[in-house]
């Protein structure tokens, strides 16, 4: 213990402890005598020492908490003299325990705000890892983390276990736990395992997510980083040299469909696919739900929002075989179109899928299913979907399953649905359905497997600087009500009417005063989801109006809210706040919705292949961010926009329009 101090201190002073992964052989000594001490001796000193240890491999990645790139003078500074050079205009991003060797021009694709979403795939698949190889005899061991085993034997060591069950002799414990220490392989961060997890990332850019899967997720046998750019697969390898993991991380320049395509064998499927692409993830799933393992995972990201939030219906049915609509719950609706379609394409090949974990973050959903081969479970598909009628005056939705199976016992009768469940108009407000899907019907999330990682994330706070977001988002997700799919949310009711919105304890309280259940969703701040039926919600509202009334003079004969505030209230609402109403992740002040985490942190512009962003795309940037923050004050600045007129060739006004036609002018004298 002594000599870790001392060594720590030495790599402090000597300003090498800041560039920790580049010197990660140096430091791995004492995590791996640690290791052998913790596991031969297993004696109290030990377990100090193992504390003490795992404090130094854990706290010195979080000294750099900032996300700015350093400038290449000074990460070329700290470069160790077997370590690749830095290239001209090239820099260090550090994220994780990983340091990425990352261009500035905007030739590999990077976007520093994804970090959560990095994060959470290493908790996802740590504990991933931590089922499947219990399976094979290996056991895993975390930096920073208690190993449950040992703790478990230390505390009935001391006579905890032996008081509550006396009658069993004490000798027979040891033997049994020492049997089950030898049947165990024990797997640690950044070695290879020969009994563990095979990993794919299809489309890996600069490699940082690979890199920090070889450093930060034990159990692995081999990763492949793959990317058809020839840059981006130069890239990754150097970056695996340079954090030294290229006995784990191989880097491959290829097609990513035809590099699942070509593992379909049995045995050369990956246990863990990681899909996240620029935009849509249509064009892999069909190879990925083949190249995975049996058992195995899938981590798929959709940033295309806008197609499958409802904006493009036609094309989010071209890409994923489902319309998508433009409605308050569209962010958990997107996650259940991925999933349907997800689990069609599994269905081709006779398999079928499990959600551990779906997720609305930011401007993308991420998804974590297990994929499965079973032809009497693929039978259940249909019957796992449902289309959506949504009305358009008032937002109630109505869901009707694709098909209908109905249990006789030893076997299963699938048949037909009937419906559909809605008449020609809305029942509550008049106005007319939309009709969209079809979509996944069942549970996102798998609760117990949540659980586990929400468990290992609070109980290892420090291994990652997003972990108290982690935390309050899967403990949003474990609080969800799993069978009721979608939600409404409180400020779209108010608005529906034209009314104050009631306060959400006190909507919530008259919901569960009337009977039912209600949770909130991590996919919207202000989600009702509830197995209340659309009428009862409207007498809850109907009840709050008639304490805050709406003037009704003012509203149409033919508005929805006329029709909703016109109807008999059948049930009345009791506004008293319960306790129960509040949820416990709300009571701990956990961080649930953050806020923007920087400027300009959506998506990012595409990887070109000379590097840059076109200057179209940033001037269109500079003209319109923060138009809503600063108005328009005086004519004279409308002379930075186009004139939409002048540039179909009917504006008359010439030198007096309002509008600039000097841009309009530049771009047809260059075409000139």
Known sequence: MLVCTVLQLSLKCSGLSSAFPKHRSVLQILPTARTCVFTKFRTMDSNTESRDSSSITTDEPMQDTSLQLPSSSTESSQTSSTDPGLLPGETVVREGKAAILFPNANEVFYNPVQEFNRDLTCAVITEFARDQLAQRGVRILVPGEKDRVVVQLSEEKNGAGDQEAPEQPEQEHPKEEEAAEKEYITATVGERCEQGLRVLEGLAASGLRSVRFALEVPGLKSITANDYSAKAAALIARNAQHNNVTHILQASQRDASMVMYEARGRKERYDVIDLDPYGSPSPFLDAAVQAVSEGGLLCITCTDMAVMAGNS??????????????????????????????????????????????????????????????????????????????????????????????NQGKHMKY???????????????????????????EPLHDITFVQKVLGAVSGNPTRFRTSKRIEGMLS????????????????????????????MMQFRSALLHAGYRVSFSHACKNAVKTDAPAGVLWDIMRCWERSNPVKRERLS???????????????????????????????????????NPQANWGPKARAKAGGGISSELEDKRKQFQGKRKKPITHSSQLKSFPCKKFRKGTCTLGDKCCYSHQQEKEAEEKLD
């Open 313 to 406: 219906g036609e094309t989010c049915y071209s890409k994923y075989g489902s319309v998508s609509i433009k409605s308050k719950y569209c962010h958990e609706m997107a996650l259940r179109i991925i999933l349907h379609s997800l689990d069609q394409r599994a269905a081709v090949y006779q398999r079928y899928i499990e959600p551990l974990l779906s997720v609305s973050v930011d401007f993308y959903i991420r998804v974590f299913v297990r994929v499965k081969t079973g032809q009497v479970i693929v039978k259940n598909s249909a019957s796992k979907q449902a289309l959506l009628y949504n009305c358009v005056g008032c937002g109630a939705f109505h869901l009707q399953r694709m098909g209908k199976r109905i």
């Open 415 to 441: 048949s037909a649905a009937t419906g559909p469940p809605v008449g020609p108009n809305c029942e509550h407000c008049g106005q007319r359905h939309q009709l969209g899907g079809p979509a996944w019907a």
């Open 476 to 503: 949003m997700v474990t609080e969800e009500l799993q069978d009721v799919p979608l939600y409404y949310a409180l400020d779209h009711l108010s608005s529906t009417l034209h009314s104050s919105t009631p306060p």
């Open 557 to 595: 004969e033919t508005s929805p809210a006329h029709h909703i505030l016109s109807k008999e209230t059948t049930l009345e609402a009791c506004f008293e706040i319960r306790e129960d109403a509040n949820p416990q992740s709300r009571k701990r002040h956990l961080t649930r919705f953050q806020e």
